[in-house]
């Protein structure tokens, strides 16, 4: 017993040290002393096994813990059954090896075992959770929210939840049912408002409704808080790196948007937000995953730095093995940017079957996902498809909250190249309401659209 023990020390040892391999080495030695001693007390010290088994079940679910950071999932899922064998109730246990279910795209065997989960511990709000994100993966999006809903019910100033909640509302493209909840938690609560967590969840709903000053705002009086600071700071990085939400390193839009965006004041803009990057990038405390091969958003990184060294080849076999990969929940956004970017390589060869196939896994996973419409318009457009071209551009304006003047001159002008010349007049003066100088769109589309209408 004392050397099953001794090997469980070691390996929190070898795992402070970050020395995971090692870790994982004794861990595997403590298992098979512990399975000795299991077979020894069963004869001799039958009063002992409960304690024995819950060891048994600690050192199996340990090893599966380091699996799943190496992003091994298929070692962690048979290290977490073993464990619950040892122990079937445990339901820190059975929570983690649904998460590596859902992890794995497993969802039926995701949902069988939240379903056994919160039969036993119906409070449970982390397997509600989870309930809700199979739900929208299985496009029932009242039940997802049914989850939602009871979960908020019980307690709407659970922002964890409700953040949740929001990137779950956007994935499934009703991103308008965010503020019901908001209103709940501010009416629950008369401190919502100077609650980090619900300055928090504001940022997201107009960061992913186009408003990324606003979003910056909300997300700085997070920004000092213990549970919301580091993701609020991640999330102000990107804004001021990527307001508009660009595919950093693609070139498919560079040459369309460039006239409109080398003003200055733009690149006195640009600028500022770049500085004011590099001084929140110093309170950013990163977490490092020793020992994983396929680290999503390295790969992305690498690729992104190709692109913008017009190293193409390169970056496009980096993104070829992230499209190779089953998509997590942990990594979907990076899986997200990697599809966009290389379906923008794709588009630039003119291979448009290929993109097309990549965008449409990008709306699968996010039917908010403003830059998969674009890109899915622009081909459209290529392809002299005006009216299949518009469609897309409308959802494109439409989840980007009517913001970008870009999209709105590429769906005015689809409008027009589909003879619908009343709604391209809309568009270029919704378009030029907010953008007065917007370049070429009262001359190329307004005043045509107008011509035509007349004739």
């Not at 065997?109 to 993966?137: H, I």
């Not at 809903?149 to 929001?166: E, V």
Request: proline share 3%; hydrophobic share 40%; aromatic share 8%.
């Amino acid at each position: 017993m004392e050397d099953t023990r001794y090997q469980v020390l070691l390996a929190k040892i070898y795992s402070k040290m970050d020395r995971t391999e090692d870790a994982i080495t004794s861990l595997l030695q403590a298992r098979e002393l512990q399975a000795r001693v299991l077979k020894r007390i069963q004869i001799e010290q039958l009063d002992a096994v409960p304690v024995q088994k819950q060891l048994a079940a600690e050192i199996c679910a340990e090893i599966a813990s380091h699996s799943a950071v190496q992003r091994n999932y298929e070692k962690a899922i048979k290290f977490y059954k073993e464990a619950l064998v040892h122990c079937e109730t445990n339901s820190k246990v059975m929570l983690e090896l649904a998460r590596l279910y859902l992890a794995h795209d497993d969802v039926e065997a995701c949902q069988r075992q939240c379903a056994v989960l919160l039969k036993s511990d119906p409070e449970n709000v982390a397997a509600s959770m989870m309930m809700a994100d199979l739900m929208f993966r299985k496009q029932d999006y009242e039940q997802a929210v049914f989850h939602f809903q009871q979960l908020l019910d019980r307690n709407p100033d659970n922002y964890s939840t409700l953040s949740r909640l929001i990137d779950l509302l956007r994935r499934a493209g009703k991103l308008e049912e965010v503020p019901r909840f908001l209103a709940m938690a501010e009416k629950h609560s008369s401190r919502a408002k100077f609650d980090p967590g619900f300055q928090y969840c504001k940022g997201l709903y107009l960061w992913y409704t186009g408003e990324p000053n606003d979003a910056l705002r909300h997300f700085n009086k997070a920004r000092k808080d213990s549970d919301w600071g580091q993701n609020a700071i991640y999330n102000m990085i990107e804004i001021c790196l990527n307001p508009d939400n660009d595919t950093v390193g693609g070139e498919v839009f560079e040459n369309l948007d460039g006239d409109a965006d080398n003003s200055t004041e733009k690149q006195e803009s640009v600028q500022l937000a770049v500085r004011t990057a590099e001084k929140l990038l110093k309170e950013l405390k990163p977490q490092t995953l020793p020992g994983q091969k396929d680290h999503v958003p390295a790969l992305l990184g690498m690729a992104t730095a190709h692109m913008i060294l017009k190293q193409t080849p390169r970056a496009r076999n980096q993104l070829k093995r992230i499209s190779k990969m089953n998509w997590n929940p942990v990594d979907a956004e990076e899986f997200e940017k990697s599809w966009l970017l290389l379906a923008d390589i794709y588009i630039q060869s003119a291979k448009y079957d290929m993109a097309s196939e990549l965008l449409k896994r990008c709306l699968h996973h996010n039917r908010s996902c403003c830059k998969a419409y674009e890109y899915m318009g622009y081909i459209m457009e290529k392809e002299q498809a005006y009216k299949d071209a518009a469609v897309n551009y409308e959802m494109a304006w439409k989840y980007g909250n009517q913001t970008s003047p870009a999209i709105g001159f590429k769906l005015a002008f689809n409008y027009l190249k589909a003879k619908r010349y009343v709604d391209a007049i809309n568009i270029c003066h919704k378009v030029l309401a907010a953008h007065p100088n917007y370049p070429k769109i009262k001359k190329e589309i307004l005043d045509k659209a107008r011509t035509s209408l007349r004739t």
